[in-house]
């Protein structure tokens, strides 16, 4: 018998037989699988929608060490999808998935720690935790903490810095912040160029719906001269190409 030709024969069925880096050695899914496959069911995407079955492929995934799947059965039990509601559940399976240093787990354990649901409410705690994800480029982080920086909750009070957050979130189309942002350029404003800035990001926020922005505009509306007002709306005009024609 030709050796060298067992032998190639010997090493397929040896790979053959191999498991799997995708899954588990009997076949399972892999945890990112399982965590993509939760989703799906959450959202009724190509399946039958059942948050409950989504609760039961994220557990499995979380308890593999999936941060993403650890966040998403945080937020299952944050919002009461296919589990009963539990804040401190949820605060759970956030610190884990924080710990990896997962963004929106981050995020979303400051607000716990703000709000105090679930945990004991740590201003600090909060503020941390929201730098964390901020650093990461998480636009709701950003803005977040930025209002933390405006407040002084949590952090020493510093308008400066409320602001460079707020610019990084409001430059990723972060409405909130857009509107937050304008407003503190208003109320520092230290001259006629700033009022323009100002009217160009509340205006921005207030043409996608928000509330607020669409008070501010009314009031700033009041004090500008129509030669400022001109000007604030080519900004915002500029703003909103560089900012939402970009990610087309």
Not at 147 to 160: H, N, P
Not at 226 to 237: C, E, F, P
């Amino acid at each position: 018998m030709n050796r060298p030709l067992t032998a190639a024969i010997l090493l397929v069925l040896l790979l053959a037989a191999a498991p799997s880096s995708l899954g588990a050695d009997n076949g399972d899914p892999s945890p990112g699988a399982l965590n993509e496959l939760g989703v799906r069911h959450m959202t009724g995407e190509g399946v039958v929608q059942s948050p409950e079955k989504a609760r039961q492929l994220w557990l499995r995934a979380a308890e593999a060490g999936h941060a993403g799947a650890q966040y998403n059965l945080g937020r299952a039990y944050a919002t009461g999808s296919g589990v009963e509601k539990d804040a401190a559940e949820a605060v759970r399976w956030y610190k884990r998935a924080a710990a990896q240093g997962d963004a929106l787990a981050q995020f979303h354990l400051g607000l716990s720690y703000e709000a105090g649901e679930g945990v004991a409410q740590d201003a600090r705690q909060a503020a941390d935790l929201f730098g964390r994800a901020a650093e990461q480029g998480l636009a709701a982080a950003q803005n977040s903490l930025g209002r933390l920086y405006e407040m002084g909750r949590g952090v020493a009070q510093d308008i400066d810095k409320a602001k460079t957050w707020y610019r990084k979130a409001a430059e990723q189309g972060y409405v909130f912040a857009q509107s937050n942002l304008g407003f503190q350029i208003y109320a520092g404003a230290d001259s006629p160029e700033d009022a323009v800035e100002a009217y160009a990001w509340i205006s921005l926020a207030a043409l996608q719906g928000n509330g607020i922005a669409k008070s501010h505009l009314a009031e700033l509306t009041g004090k500008m001269t129509d030669a400022q007002i001109a000007a604030g709306r080519k900004m915002a005009t500029e703003l909103w190409s560089r900012i939402y024609r970009r990610r087309d």
